[in-house]
């Protein structure tokens, strides 16, 4: 299967939402940082925090003039805060942003990208309290189509 994102999708997705406004960097020290491929938990740790991880995707077909594949990349969203209505409006929001995504560019590392769309495959779940310090967690699952622009 050739690919030809140089990044993740999860990295290129959550670039995506820092551009929008809806995370921010870990290194800003603000309220909603998005991390890629980690929930930190420990102390000094953000209460408001989202992690994003790539999860199996969906195989799709091939150009045949490129031989590219095209490949749905399965996408997990996590958001998590103390309070309940605040982590579950940040998921709902992230989820009706991405709901119309339609070819959006963003730039990872210098290069370009085209996020041609995000498809939800379910609602958004409640995990609970599943953290050291209680704090309550919501995810949103999906795939996305992402060319090298």
Do not use: C
Request: no cysteine.
């Amino acid at each position: 299967m050739k690919s030809s994102l140089d990044h993740s999708p999860a990295q290129i997705i959550s670039q995506l939402l820092k551009d929008k406004g809806f995370v921010t960097d870990p290194s800003q020290n603000q309220d909603w940082p998005i991390f890629v491929s980690t929930m930190p938990d420990g102390v000094g740790t953000p209460d408001k925090a989202v992690a994003i991880y790539d999860v199996t995707g969906i195989k799709e077909t091939s150009i045949q003039r490129t031989g590219e594949t095209l490949v749905h990349h399965g996408i997990n969203i996590r958001a998590r805060d103390i309070d309940y209505n605040s982590v579950w409006k940040k998921t709902k929001d992230l989820f009706d942003y991405l709901s119309g995504v339609k070819y959006i560019e963003t730039v990872v590392g210098g290069i370009s990208y085209m996020v041609i769309a995000f498809t939800h495959s379910s609602g958004i779940g409640f995990l609970g309290e599943v953290e050291s310090r209680q704090r309550v967690s919501f995810v949103l699952n999906g795939t996305t189509t992402i060319l090298r622009k």
